[in-house]
């Protein structure tokens, strides 16, 4: 199975300002057809997840655009412009390349 | 408005089995590939099962592999999964995913299911 690992495990982060979580992968994420299946969710504290990117760097509708997705192969990076009091919860990067898909284990973001 | 509501959850003692349910609306159910995911207490996301529009291509993770299966009704806008020979590690919330692009795109609210005895 395809091993994604998530830096760092926790973020706490100061209102305004940017953030980054890294996601790598145990094998490329380049499907045989072109296109690469790497996602991102949010999930607030006691709700569902939420997708906020795929495709790597796909924002979904109604995403803030302070949320962006970037990377290849089998690095990538979600960032957060400036921080607001609403994007506390925990980040999760999956790949949708390789049955079975995995997620990462979670990066806890909170405000300091 | 897209909805998935999930049901079917609750306490099992190891052994048992459950079969979960999931009602889809807002949008057109047979178009869409469907799965289940879950979230054991307190820890992070894994994927269970997938299936194609047409219920023919079905995917497992090994871990559920012989006694779960996945199952859909289009006439009813419904996604199911049988659960048996429930384990202790199998305690978590189960939510009903919609997918796209070999993703997730909505998610259900989730149903507890708890095996224990």
């Known amino acids: 199975d395809v091993v994604m690992t998530q830096s760092p495990l926790s973020l706490p982060v100061t209102l305004g300002q940017p953030a980054s979580i890294s996601c790598r992968s145990s094998q490329s994420l380049v499907h045989s057809g072109g296109n690469t299946y790497m996602n991102w969710f949010q999930q607030r504290p006691g709700q569902s997840p939420r997708r906020l990117i795929y495709q790597v760097s796909h924002r979904d509708s109604g995403v803030p655009d302070r949320f962006s997705g970037s990377g290849s192969g089998s690095s990538f990076t979600l960032k957060i412009s400036r921080v607001e009091a609403e994007d506390v919860g925990v980040y999760y990067c999956?790949?949708?390349?390789?049955?079975?898909?995995?997620f990462g284990p979670g990066t806890k973001v909170d405000i300091k | 408005e897209v909805q998935l509501v999930e049901s079917g959850g609750g306490s099992v003692q190891p052994g048992g089995s459950l079969r979960l349910s999931c009602a889809a609306s807002?949008?057109?159910?047979?178009?869409?590939?469907m799965g289940w995911v879950r979230q054991a207490p307190g820890k992070g996301l894994e994927w269970v099962a997938n299936m194609d529009q047409d219920g023919i291509e079905k995917y497992y993770v090994d871990s559920v592999k012989g006694r779960f299966t996945i199952s859909r009704d289009n006439a009813k806008n419904s996604l199911y999964v049988q659960m048996n020979s429930l384990r202790a590690e199998d305690t978590a919330v189960y939510y009903c995913?919609?997918?796209?692009?070999?993703?997730?795109?909505?998610w259900g609210q989730g149903t507890l299911v708890t095996v224990s005895s």
């Open positions: 995913v919609r997918m796209d692009w070999a993703s997730v795109d909505c």
């Open positions: 999956m790949q949708g390349t390789h049955w079975p898909f995995t």
């Open positions: 807002g949008y057109m159910f047979s178009s869409h590939w």
